[in-house]
Nanobody
Framework: QVQLVESGGALVQAGGSLRLSCAAS????????MAWHRQVPGNERELVAR???????MYADSVKGRFTMSRDNAANTVYLQMNSLKPDDTDVYYC??????????????WGQGTQVTVSS
């Protein structure tokens, strides 16, 4: 079984910064993909950033130049550094991963989400 645990969400003023973390644990052989999404209740989940198969990082237009996704492979952890935060960034942020589990099959999973609230 694989678990994703996010942390780092908080209330912050517009213009401020936060760093979200997502730690993967369990019977993981390899992590094949990881991404950050966000969602306001009642809306569709929006892709914020992901690592591409080519080794680069893709960002939603709304966060380009402000958010940076990075990873610590040894710790099976990804981060989302969010700078110049805006009230529109207020959402629940979810980590998503596709992993090869020890049993030899691929599984996708979501974290429980972490709330980011940006006040104006």
């Amino acid at each position: 079984q694989v678990q994703l645990v996010e942390s780092g969400g908080a209330l912050v003023q517009a213009g401020g910064s936060l760093r979200l973390s997502c730690a993967a644990s369990g019977s993981i052989r390899t992590i094949d993909a990881m991404a950050w999404h966000r969602q306001v209740p009642g809306n569709e989940r929006e892709l914020v950033a992901r690592f591409t198969s080519g080794g680069s990082t893709m960002y939603a237009d709304s966060v380009k130049g402000r958010f940076t996704m990075s990873r610590d492979n040894a710790a099976n952890t990804v981060y989302l550094q969010m700078n110049s935060l805006k009230p529109d960034d207020t959402d629940v942020y979810y980590c998503y991963a596709i992993v090869m589990v020890a049993a030899g099959y691929e599984a996708s999973c979501w974290g429980q989400g972490t709330q980011v609230t940006v006040s104006s």
